[in-house]
């Protein structure tokens, strides 16, 4: 079992082995906000923070019958004592965590979260119900609003979905553009599909542009960057001289969306062909923006 369920599994036991979902995401992140590097990550969604992975993680669980589900409860459903297989240190944070906050009420816990995390209750369709008054106005203050036309790129290797995604609400991305010829990854929430559903989820829209991808049988054997560098040369001199409509497309998806980022798997821009195709879409005579790479 990934050492990640059993963090879950091991709050759950803590809480008397029951618990509902909205509070175990809340305690899970208070958890995530002791840690340095936690299991879990979070974005602001309909009801404050909210991992999609540990959600998937918990749907796993309950197929698998760790778990059961029922009215939006989990309960422990496997006896194995999960919080004795943590590690010390997080078995220690998970107690204070239980302690300090396991006993508030529903709203209550809500709350604390909405004021000592606003940007976590961005989202929140309840937001200025929890926090009257001037308490609501830390969650406004916590709204992204940099309304600067810019190109971003950004690629999802080695963070979390959720790590990502806080990428693109942080700089106020209103359009994901897709630029794999092969959207599929075995990365959670990458693939077409999942990661179309969680943007459109966070009022960020998505596009996939495949023609401008470059196939996987040609990132084959990519050991230095010299590879890297052949191969974006093919691509410039190949696939950019003869996409330039859908380049012309990206562009006027800038005009239309004004801050639009452009998606691929790799971390570093100089080893993605996204940068290159950024930089060409820049050259153009209607390009007067910025081009940034998160």
């Keep these: 079992m ?4 059993k963090i ?35 974005i602001p969604y309909k009801y404050g923070c909210y991992s999609y992975s540990a959600k998937a993680d918990l749907n796993t669980m309950v197929k698998k019958g760790f778990l059961s589900e029922t ?31 396991g006993q508030m009420s529903r709203n209550a816990l809500i709350k604390h979260t909405y004021l000592n995390f606003p940007f976590y209750a961005i989202n929140s369709t309840i937001a200025n119900e929890v926090l009257p008054g001037s308490l609501y106005d830390r969650v406004k203050e916590a709204i992204p609003n ?32 897709d630029v794999r010829k092969n959207p599929l990854s075995m990365k959670f929430g990458f693939s077409k599909t999942l990661l179309k559903r969680f943007c459109n989820s966070l009022n960020i829209e998505y596009f996939h542009i495949p023609e401008v991808g470059i196939s996987s049988d040609k990132r084959q054997q990519l050991e230095s960057q010299t590879d890297y560098d052949n191969l974006f040369a093919e691509y410039r001199k190949t696939t950019l001289s003869e996409t330039k409509k ?20 790799e ?9 290159h195709l950024a930089e060409f879409i820049s050259k153009s005579p209607d390009f007067k923006y910025s081009l940034r790479h998160l």
């Design 2 to 5: 990934f050492y990640r369920r």
């Design 8 to 42: 879950i599994l091991g709050l759950i036991e803590l809480l008397g082995g029951e618990v509902e979902e909205l509070r175990l995401q809340k305690l899970l992140f208070l958890y995530a906000k002791k840690k340095t590097q936690s299991e879990y990550d979070f």
């Design 71 to 101: 009215e939006n409860k989990y309960c422990i459903e496997d006896k194995s004592n999960y919080f004795q297989k943590l590690k010390p240190a997080d078995a220690k944070l998970l107690k204070e965590v239980v302690w300090d906050y």
């Design 146 to 177: 940099d309304e600067e036309i810019t190109l971003f790129t950004i690629g999802y290797e080695g963070i979390s979905l959720e790590k990502y995604l806080q990428k693109l609400i942080r700089n106020n991305v209103k359009l994901l553009v």
């Design 246 to 265: 859908a380049q012309q497309e990206i562009l006027k998806l800038l005009m239309q969306y004004k801050r639009i980022a452009l998606t691929c798997f």
């Design 267 to 275: 971390a570093e821009p100089c080893q993605c062909h996204r940068s």
